[in-house]
């Protein structure tokens, strides 16, 4: 998570008396009583799901029970349960000062109707009720426990991580794999390229689709991943251009076939048939948004990988 989106989730937290953890970005803490986490809809949206886990006489929450609450305000728009977890979706609003404005009034509600049907704070795998439960983050996630399932989920973690460790990172197969993606890419360089679009979008498509394709076939994102990703997209971006500005040629001299414009291009552009700058400045920015598409798709590929093997305690 960026600054700037977490400054922005500090804006909510901390009107209400909670906080923001900077690793998965969700806002969590305690509220009347309530362990409680909240995270957005949507990644950009200012919609909340408030996440509870209760139980009531050391017995699972009913549906039809804690869903009444959402009658009591229009702000609170859906209720799901999955064991003692229980889910409110809340309404946002346009701004984080209106959105703020909902939060509190929503979480108040919310929390005054537990008290009143009797719901207590409990871990949400085993519903025990005691002093050890707490907000953790189990493998990137967020989560309820007691003290004893965050260790037993922990330790469980820790041997996934283990047995993923093992795994070999496949160069071949990844490398098959980003070709794969990066033909996706070439062929969004020449559809768009044919409808008289400078070919940005395909850029990213290019990007997201080779490195994808690296980690799903090679089951690691390695530097040598990344390296191998990088070296075939800047081949592909370049082919999948020159194929486009081809089928351009071909289609303008009815006496000249595809590959055979392909293999004289350069002579084109260099004899001043075709303009250039226009080719080069096309080139150009097929590989700038290559490179937009690439560097968050990476990062986000390291820090997914450094997430699912985090597990601590938030509060």
């Known amino acids: 998570m960026n600054k700037k989106e977490e400054n922005t989730l500090r804006k909510f937290a901390e009107p209400i008396g909670l906080a923001v953890d900077h690793n998965n970005g969700v806002i969590y803490g305690v509220y009347q009583g309530y362990h409680l986490y909240l995270i957005r809809a949507n990644n950009n949206?200012?919609?909340?799901?408030?996440?509870?886990?209760?139980?009531?006489?050391?017995?699972?929450?009913?549906?039809?029970?804690?869903?009444?609450?959402?009658?009591?305000?229009?702000?609170?728009?859906?209720?799901?349960?999955?064991?003692?977890?229980?889910?409110?979706?809340?309404?946002?609003?346009?701004?984080?000062a209106k959105t703020v404005d909902k939060?509190?009034?929503?979480?108040?509600?919310?929390?005054?109707?537990?008290?009143?049907?009797?719901?207590?704070d409990t871990c949400a795998l085993c519903g025990k009720s005691d002093s050890t439960v707490a907000l953790y983050t189990v493998s990137g996630a967020p989560a309820i426990l007691c003290d004893d399932c965050f260790k037993k989920q922990q330790e469980a973690v820790n041997i996934q991580n283990r047995e993923q460790g093992n795994v070999k990172e496949n160069v071949l197969s990844g490398t098959v794999g980003a070709f794969l993606g990066s033909l996706i890419g070439a062929g969004a360089i020449i559809l768009l390229g044919q409808f008289?679009?400078?070919?940005?979008?395909?850029?990213?498509?290019?990007?997201?689709?080779?490195?994808?394709?690296?980690?799903?076939l090679g089951k690691k994102m390695t530097?040598?991943?990344?390296?191998?990703?990088?070296?075939?997209?800047?081949?592909?971006?370049?082919?999948?251009?020159?194929?486009?500005?081809?089928?351009?040629?071909?289609?303008?001299?009815?006496?000249?076939?595809?590959?055979?414009?392909f293999r004289i291009l350069p002579d084109l552009i260099r004899e001043g048939y075709l303009e250039a700058s226009q080719y080069y400045g096309n080139l150009a920015m097929v590989y700038l948004f290559t490179a937009i598409g690439a560097i968050p798709t990476i990062i986000a590929a390291v820090r997914d990988s450094k997430q699912t093997q985090e597990s601590y305690k938030m509060y």
């Open 223 to 261: 530097t040598k991943g990344i390296l191998i990703s990088s070296v075939i997209m800047l081949v592909m971006v370049y082919i999948g251009n020159r194929i486009d500005w081809s089928i351009s040629v071909a289609n303008y001299y009815t006496d000249v076939d595809l590959f055979y414009a």
């Open 45 to 96: 949206s200012y919609s909340f799901t408030v996440n509870f886990s209760l139980n009531k006489a050391g017995e699972l929450p009913q549906q039809d029970e804690v869903k009444q609450v959402v009658k009591e305000s229009k702000d609170i728009i859906d209720c799901v349960i999955q064991g003692y977890q229980v889910t409110y979706t809340l309404r946002g609003a346009m701004t984080v």
């Open 103 to 120: 939060l509190e009034p929503s979480l108040q509600t919310i929390t005054a109707f537990l008290q009143k049907m009797g719901y207590q």
């Open 196 to 216: 008289g679009y400078v070919a940005a979008i395909s850029g990213i498509v290019m990007a997201i689709c080779a490195i994808k394709g690296y980690e799903l």
